[in-house]
Every structure is written in structure tokens, then in C-alpha cells.
């Protein structure tokens, strides 16, 4: 993405990732659909691959709130042996992910979340 909005997007989740480091690996702005808007990710990730599945699990994820009536999520974590997932909606077309390494300071990373999700609202907005 190479449009002043992208590149604002890019600086907020750069910012993000500077608070929670060395926690957070990777931040992502996706579409509904799996195609990356902007991203910040380590070598280690393939953003494509990442945002593909991150969309597959947030659509299965809103189903399950829907058929056992739980309501619209807020943020859902899935952590594994060796990272943390974290997946926040952003709008109905925009989902929020970051990558954390094993046992991070989940409190701080939510606290981040929060403000983060503020700020990139604020910027797709307008």
C-alpha cells in the first residue's frame, strides 16, 4: 500500500509493535476476504499466508458466536506452543491481527490493542 493513508496505517502499527516490544511480532490490517491492507511483520511471517488464514479463523469464530448466541466479539487469542494469536475486528470489513511470541505480557498487548484499534479507526475514517 503505497497511498499517505497506507503509509499512516503502516506508521500506527509500527508504533504499536515499538510499545509491546519484543512481545508482538507482527500487526496486520486485513480485509474480510484475506487480502492484507498494511502490515508490519517480522521475516519470520509471510503477511499473505497470515492474513488468508486470520480471515478463515475470524469468519469461523463469528459463526460460533452467532449459533451459540455469545454476541459480536471483541477480541479473540488463541495461544499455541510457540506464538499467541490475537484477532480484533475492526469494522465489518476489517479485522485487526497480531502475532505475539509465547508468553507475552497479554495485559499490556490488550491495553495496546485498544488504543491501537482507536487510532486506526480514526485514519480509515476519515
Do not use: W
Amino acid at each position: 500500500m503505497e497511498s499517505s493513508v497506507g503509509r499512516e496505517i503502516i506508521n500506527t502499527l509500527e508504533e504499536f509493535m515499538d510499545k509491546v516490544y519484543p512481545d508482538v511480532i507482527g500487526a496486520l490490517v486485513i480485509r474480510r476476504d484475506g487480502l492484507p491492507v498494511a502490515f508490519k511483520v517480522s521475516g519470520e511471517l509471510n503477511a499473505k499466508v497470515v492474513s488468508a488464514m486470520a480471515a478463515i479463523a475470524k469468519s469461523a469464530i463469528d459463526r460460533l458466536g452467532v449459533e451459540l448466541g455469545l454476541g459480536e466479539p471483541i477480541i479473540n487469542i488463541a495461544q499455541y506452543t510457540r506464538n499467541t494469536l490475537l484477532i480484533a475486528p475492526l469494522s465489518k470489513d476489517l479485522i485487526l491481527t497480531a502475532i505475539a511470541k509465547p508468553d507475552p505480557n497479554l495485559g499490556l498487548i490488550l491495553i495496546e490493542i485498544e488504543k491501537l484499534k482507536d487510532k486506526l479507526i480514526k485514519i480509515l475514517v476519515e
